[in-house]
């Protein structure tokens, strides 16, 4: 094993492009000298405590100088996720013990006023004057750089790196901790897991605060040399024009981020670029077909999380939609979550469509103990539940076949109970993706308005381009698909412009589920009894509201 600092070491010399963005590039040499001017600087502004730099920029250069710099100089990056506001980003920063704040000008903005825990004078904000004269200061100690970059050995394996929040799709992120081996050692098996090699492009489409920037884009790059391209935020309709830019050869995603780019208007030379492969999560088998189709680009799909303790890699031959199988010699299997029990494997017709989703989905759990996690940062609770009975447990929910492969069927809070039936929210979404005309799609449970108790179920979708929402037509498309569970078929349609999503572009149903149907957007319905769907009138939430209002006062 080793570390990132030695990593970055073995890079002071190398003169092979490693930053490519807006403002410039920069050599490995060139960016490993910024990152030890930027760690001489921490280390004299360093006050006692833990050792922690919080990070709250977009995907620019100066991010990257500083992961270099906090690798160097044994420091912890805390990823501090910019679209976080009030309270509770000012709760992110104090529960990671933050002593230094690097942002922009729009973030001191975001931060002013806060009670972060941190003196405002101990907040830098790049780009200004007093930042660059913090950077010419150092500058004129070459010397002191050349020096943290020589001791890059005495940083040890054990040395936390990164302080990662997770995305916070179903509660209150987490920060999740990494050291300098684990990383380094999630690099180098990423690296030839995801084709890198020294000539390779890495454009990074995912916000750098975020595992999916860090472990399988930042990290491998810096292991083989190759080059990271970067723009501040993602953008579907610059992505080609950037792809062409940089020549990259590979990007990362995560699956509404793929959505959004096919929904671009298309043109003749969309695949005359440089592109070999994409790799991420979640993006639907029609969409990873119709960006080969269109790109001419691969989509490699895997599984894993900022925490470490589970992964999935993909395997030759592995049917359609898999994520594939665990590692050799790891006791990864899909468990009832109430009982413990293995769920039986998945059974599938003969145009590969699931047969026995209620029984056979339930949360990859990791039998051979915690894998890599190492923990969350200042949250006992939340790691004993991660951990609970010797095993780690994802929160995420899957079915697998006979032959081991696992698929992927949500989150562990999108388990939905109907009539007494449980099923997963995620092989609801897989049949709704097929339709035509629907573009992203985002399937929870709201209050059963007959019962008071159970779900209904919702969808929220967005529309491809130029698509209409056709009542009748997607009734009868309902009634044609043979693996959709006869509890399954939504309810409600939410028809939204845009879902919300996290920072790292997975959409979060928090909102949507305290919603409802009581929502400002236009929502389809079908009555009980009713064949079809129908606009929902403000008469009809009124009428529904009450019918809730009442069932729920019955049971009091």
């Known amino acids: 094993m080793t570390t990132v600092a030695q990593l970055l070491a073995a890079r002071a010399d190398d003169d092979h492009p490693a930053v490519l963005a807006e403002s410039g590039s920069w050599s490995w040499r060139e960016a490993v000298a910024a990152g030890a001017a930027r760690a001489v600087l921490a280390e004299r502004l ?3 405590g833990p050792f922690h730099l919080g990070v709250m920029l977009p995907n620019i250069p100066e991010y990257l100088f500083w992961l270099n710099a906090a690798a160097l100089a044994g420091a912890a990056v805390v990823g501090i996720n910019p679209t976080r506001r009030g309270e509770a980003l000012a709760a992110d920063v104090r529960a990671t013990d933050c002593q230094l704040i690097v942002t922009d000008e729009e973030g001191a903005t975001v931060l002013e006023g806060l009670d972060l825990g941190v003196d405002t004078d101990r907040v830098l904000v790049v780009g200004t004057p007093g930042y660059e004269a913090h950077l010419a200061d150092v500058r004129r100690d070459q010397a002191q750089a050349r020096a943290l970059v020589a001791r890059a050995g005495e940083v040890t394996e054990d040395q936390l790196f990164l302080l990662l ?46 595992g999916n920037a860090l472990m399988a884009l930042w990290g491998p790059a810096l292991f083989v040399g190759a080059t990271v391209a970067v723009r501040p935020r993602f953008s579907a309709s610059a992505f080609l024009d950037d792809v062409r830019r940089y020549r990259a050869t590979m990007f990362n995603y995560v699956g509404k981020a793929v959505a959004y780019i096919l929904a671009t208007p298309e043109r003749p030379d969309d695949a005359d670029n440089t592109l070999v492969s ?65 769920c039986p494997p998945a059974v599938f017709d003969d145009e590969g469509r699931l047969r026995n989703a209620g029984e056979a989905t339930g949360e990859i759990v990791n039998r051979s103990g915690k894998g890599g996690f190492e923990g969350y940062y200042g949250s006992p609770e939340a790691e004993a539940e991660r951990t609970r009975n010797g095993w780690y447990w994802t929160g995420d929910l899957a079915y697998r076949d006979a032959d081991g492969f696992f698929f992927f069927a949500g989150r562990r809070g999108d388990w939905l109970r ?4 449980n099923f997963a929210a995620g092989p609801v979404e897989t049949v709704l993706s097929r339709h035509p005309d629907l573009s992203v799609v985002a399937v929870y449970g709201v209050a059963d308005t007959t019962t008071g108790v159970g779900d209904q179920v919702m969808a929220a979708v967005e529309l491809r381009p130029g698509a209409a929402f056709d009542p009748d037509g997607f009734a009868r498309w309902l009634a044609d698909q043979p693996d959709l569970g006869t509890k399954w078929a939504p309810r409600f349609v939410r028809l939204s412009t845009e879902l919300p999503q996290t920072a790292t572009g997975k959409v979060t149903k928090v909102g949507l589920r305290a919603e409802g149907w009581d929502c400002t957007e236009e929502v389809w319905w079908r009555p009980a009894g009713a064949p079809g769907y129908r606009l929902l009138t403000a008469d009809d939430r009124a009428a529904l509201a009450a019918e809730l209002a009442a069932v729920r006062a019955e049971r009091v």
């Open 46 to 48: 360093r006050a006692p």
């Open 165 to 210: 929040f997770t995305s916070g799709t179903t509660g209150t992120p987490k920060a999740v901790r990494c050291t300098q081996g684990r990383l380094a050692t999630i690099s180098k098996v990423a690296a030839p897991g995801y084709g890198y090699n020294r000539t390779s492009v890495c454009y990074c489409a995912m916000p750098l605060f975020h």
């Open 278 to 342: 994409g790799f991420g999560t979640e993006a639907s088998l029609r969409d990873r077909k119709r960006f080969y189709q269109r790109f001419g680009c691969i989509l490699l799909e895997g599984y894993g999380q900022s925490e470490g303790g589970a992964t999935i890699h993909p395997a030759r031959g592995m049917p359609k939609g898999a994520l594939g199988r665990a590692p050799d010699g790891i006791d990864l299997a899909v468990v009832d979550p109430a009982t413990g029990t293995e």
């Open 418 to 421: 109907v009539d007494s039936e």
